[in-house]
C-alpha cells in the first residue's frame, strides 16, 4: 500500500502563491498518473490538476488553468502543485492521488490552503 502526505498549504492573501508537495511512500509510483484534488466542507472532492506517469502531459480544472501548475519527480516519489494567483474560492484541503479513481490509494489527511482578502 502506498502512503500519501501531502504539505505546503497555508494561509496566504488574495493573490499570492502556494507550491504544494506531495510524498509517495511504500511502492513505486512512476507508472501511475497522478493528479490534485480539492475538498470545502459539505462538498464532494474535485480534480484540480493530472499529470501522465511521464510528466509529458497536464490537465487541470478550468477553475485553475492558467494559474496552477502540477509536476512530479518520480526519482523523489514527489508530485508538486504550485498554485499561483489564488483566489478565494481556491480555499480547501488539497490531497494528491492516482488519476483514476477505480485505482485510487488510501487518501491522505492532505494540506489546508486559505486564501483571505
Known amino acids: 500500500q502506498v502512503q500519501l502526505v501531502e504539505s505546503g498549504g497555508g494561509l496566504v492573501q488574495v493573490g499570492g502563491s502556494l507550491r504544494l508537495s506531495c510524498s509517495a511512500s511504500?511502492?513505486?509510483?512512476?507508472?501511475?498518473?497522478m493528479a490534485w484534488f480539492r475538498q470545502t466542507p459539505g462538498k464532494e472532492r474535485e480534480f484540480v490538476a493530472g499529470?501522465?506517469?511521464?510528466?509529458?502531459?497536464?490537465d487541470y480544472s478550468d477553475s485553475v488553468k492558467g494559474r496552477f501548475t502540477i509536476s512530479r519527480d518520480n526519482a523523489k516519489q514527489m508530485v508538486y502543485l504550485q498554485m499561483n494567483s489564488l483566489e478565494l474560492e481556491d480555499t480547501a484541503v488539497y490531497y494528491c492521488?492516482?488519476?483514476?479513481?477505480?485505482?485510487?490509494?488510501?487518501w491522505g489527511q492532505g494540506t489546508q490552503v486559505t486564501v483571505s482578502s
Open positions: 492521488n492516482r488519476r483514476a479513481k477505480p485505482l485510487q490509494w488510501t
Open positions: 511504500g511502492r513505486q509510483f512512476s507508472g501511475w498518473d
Open positions: 499529470i501522465r506517469w511521464t510528466g509529458a502531459s497536464t
